[in-house]
């Protein structure tokens, strides 16, 4: 079976419903793969070995009996530990949720077990979703399988790497800033962000609630549409999502790109940007001319506010939705002595999150709370919000001349561990690239394509209109099926 491990979403799922392998076998072929790499890699918090074979002998049952299978028939999909589910232990990467076995499932959770997907585990992540390296976990980083010195991206960083490895062929990533396009940059996968709302997010773990959302990493781009048909969708849990018709992602992936129009913003390729990066991307921009599409200049005034913008309205919204982590409801609880039952209460509270945040959410509560205070939340969060309307038209008025955006994914292949945790500005910077499609709620991917000199991974990002993930999923489908043909000019390679 273990040449079937790096088989794609669709043709493990063609397989189970064929009858020409059990998902009990791939489920412990998924399971032999973890055990061999995760000890090195820590791309999983949690195994969830018997739940998945479990799962996995329900889905033969069913074919025995000859019951239609679903879409995602034996497909294992690593789950981010920040999506609840039922009867398996949900950390968020934090102390303060170590022990949280949630009672139910998180919609995207409840509908891959309702298409056959086996669940194999919660893969690591940045500590709440708080970070750009998943070296904020307070279970360790996860590793970068191209380099194991190097961190693999953030906050989603272990779906990556279980996707990069081939411990599964897809996981459920959540993108707030950046954390499902970066990794899968850095790592070397394909990772799509939806539209804001196409993806319900009842039973995600809250960061900023106005730009999470929640999404698949894949082996390639056509098992990315599959998982993406099967999670997206209104959900009256959640007042959010968007009740709007779904295009065929499937097929999109086979629509040609001939005559897209494509927008090459020059603020992307400004100083800061990585020279192997940039040459790797404009081959790729090239090459996809050279192939039909039409490429012209875009611009993006407001890009270089993004960066500020996004940290005073995500450190905003973190500091309200992590308040309700008090010690009193779920999650650690310690006791602290006071001289009265209010002054023990008030000690408890303070100790609770002392012991269980870690720096990262510390320094983010402390910055988010700083901007809503009497005095500063005109000057700073109703400013953001402003600015984040000005990054908005500023796509608007480019997708008015324009199909898609094409640009770098990250400024820089993946760091070493440790580079960079003393200057969080720096780690912040990072992001630098996803953060506006992030505010403007737009549908983007990261697609890989030439590597540096170095082998590092090098992502290229896609960005759409709102609801256009049919066109992300046309545009990087005819990328990868350019760079996978033999005579392939797409740029520098290792």
């Known amino acids: 079976m273990s040449e079937r491990m790096n088989d794609s979403v669709i043709a493990i799922a063609e397989r189970v419903r064929r ?9 412990e072929a998924t399971l032999a793969k973890i055990d061999a790499q995760n000890a090195e890699l820590n791309a999983f918090i949690t195994v969830a070995r018997d739940e998945v074979l479990a799962q996995a002998r329900a889905i033969d049952d069913k074919r025995a009996r000859g019951e239609a299978l679903g879409p995602l028939a034996g497909v294992p999909v690593a789950l981010k530990d920040a999506l609840a589910t039922r009867g398996v232990r949900t950390t968020c990467g934090s102390k303060m949720l170590d022990r949280w076995v949630p009672p139910y499932d998180a919609t995207v959770v409840a509908k891959l077990r309702a298409a056959d997907a086996l669940l194999p585990g919660k893969t690591n992540m940045d500590e709440f979703a708080m970070g750009s390296s998943n070296e904020s976990s307070a279970y360790g980083p996860a590793k970068n399988p191209h380099d194991r010195a190097r961190i693999p991206g953030g906050s989603s960083g272990g779906s990556a790497v279980a996707v990069a490895a081939a411990m599964t062929p897809a996981a459920l990533g959540s993108d707030t800033g950046g954390s499902i396009r970066q990794p899968a940059a850095l790592s070397g996968t394909f990772g799509l962000k939806p539209t804001y709302g196409r993806v319900s997010r009842f039973g995600l773990v809250a960061f900023a609630s106005s730009l999470d959302q929640i999404g698949p990493f894949a082996s390639d781009v056509r ?41 090459v913003p020059e603020e992307y390729f400004a100083k800061g940007l990585d020279p192997e990066i940039e040459a790797s991307v404009r081959a790729a921009i090239a090459r996809l001319e050279a192939d039909g599409c039409v490429v012209k200049k875009v611009h993006l005034a407001h890009t270089k506010h993004a960066v500020a913008t996004y940290y005073v309205l995500a450190t905003a919204e973190a500091s309200s939705n992590l308040a309700r982590f008090d010690g ?22 303070g100790a609770t999150r002392d012991a269980g ?45 324009v199909d898609a955006i094409v640009c770098p994914t990250s400024p820089s292949p993946a760091f070493r561990l440790g580079e960079k945790t003393s200057d969080p500005l720096a780690m912040y910077l990072s992001d630098v690239y996803t953060l506006p499609a992030s505010l403007a709620g737009l549908p983007a991917a990261s697609v890989p394509c030439a590597p540096t000199r170095d082998g590092l991974p090098v992502g290229l990002q896609i960005v759409a209109p709102a609801l256009r993930e049919d066109t992300v999923l046309s545009l990087a489908s005819a990328w990868e099926d350019l760079r996978s043909r033999p005579d392939a000019d797409v740029g520098p390679r290792a």
């Not at 009858?19 to 489920?27: D, F, K, M, P, S």
């Not at 969708?233 to 494509?262: H, I, N, Q, W, Y």
């Open 223 to 263: 098992g990315a549409a599959r998982v993406l048909s099967v999670i997206a969708g209104k959900d009256e849990r959640d007042m959010t999502s968007l009740d709007a018709p779904a295009a065929d992602f499937e097929a999109a992936c086979e629509k040609s790109v001939r005559g897209l129009r494509l927008g």
């Open 328 to 349: 009193v409801r779920y999650g650690l609880r310690v006791e602290g002595p006071g001289p009265s039952p209010r002054g023990a209460l008030r000690t408890m509270y």
């Open 19 to 27: 009858g020409e392998v059990t998902a009990l076998a791939i489920a």
């Open 357 to 401: 945040f870690g720096l990262e959410v510390k320094r983010r509560i402390l910055l988010g709370t700083f901007v809503l205070s009497a005095g500063y939340y005109d000057a700073y969060y109703l400013k953001a919000q402003k600015v984040r309307t000005l990054i908005r038209r500023d796509f608007d008025d480019a997708f008015g001349e």
